[in-house]
């Protein structure tokens, strides 16, 4: 099945976006009275057949519409950005076809890189998710200093685990996550939380936990988590 996306649908007729346009007429070269399947990200997927094959401005037809059911357990990834943004997006692109709710940029301490542009990386979530055929797109947040973060009200709903290099975890993250559960995990800088971020996370009733034997890499580790808690709940 071919995805399109489009964030706004509407309904009898509804138009897609230039980008989406241009694929389905020009790349794909569907014509008038060809069937497609669209998502506007938020669960929902749309039947719908072209009535003008436009390649700016593609009017289609709805058939008809189906809503995915949510998941029972929610990942929030909360991680400092790495020194190259290819790595992050390689990431991004990777969680979302694995499945991932919400994600967090932090700024740490030991950071590399503070900021990044966030623009690049809803295009590889959209992207992902259209060719894994996922109809809700993950939540993407702006970067913010892990202090802040820590201190947030909000995410008193989230059962919290923090990841970094210590040869004593006596606890992987598969130990202490349960099925069903909101999550929230933090993954520091490529040179790892400082100390005092970790104490402080800790004050804050955040978990230690291992992803492993090895050393990963920051991109590596958050791949990793989102594979574990996805695998806890399958």
């Known amino acids: ?73 929610l990942i929030h990834l909360a991680i400092a ?19 991932f709710h919400e994600l967090t940029l932090l700024e740490c301490k030991n950071s590399e890189r503070t900021h990044l542009k966030t623009d690049r990386l809803e295009k590889k979530i959209i992207s992902a998710c259209k060719q894994s ?39 992987h993250l598969l130990d202490l996550a349960k099925p069903g559960e909101k999550y929230l995990i933090l993954i520091g800088p490529e040179g790892d939380f400082d100390p005092i971020e970790i104490k402080e996370a800790l004050s804050f009733g955040f978990k230690p936990v291992s992803l492993g034997k090895s050393r990963l890499r920051t991109e590596t580790a958050g791949l990793a988590a989102v594979q574990m808690l996805q695998v806890l709940n399958r």
């Open 1 to 73: 099945m071919q995805l399109f996306f489009q964030e706004t649908i509407t309904e009898p007729i509804t138009y897609l976006n230039e980008e989406e346009s241009k694929h389905l007429i020009r790349v794909l070269r569907k014509q008038k009275g060809d069937q497609l399947n669209l998502t506007d990200g938020k669960g929902n997927l749309y039947q719908g057949i072209i009535l003008e094959s436009h390649p700016k401005k593609a009017s289609i037809q709805i058939t008809g519409k189906t809503e995915a059911e949510k998941d029972d357990f």
């Open 81 to 99: 950005p790495t020194k190259s943004p290819d790595r992050m997006e390689w990431m991004v692109e990777k969680i979302t076809e694995i499945g």
């Open 133 to 171: 055929l996922k109809l809700r797109i993950p939540e993407l947040h702006p970067t913010i200093k892990l202090s802040s973060f820590l201190s947030s009200p909000e995410l008193e709903r989230y059962h919290k685990f923090i990841a970094y290099v210590d040869e004593n975890h006596s606890n």
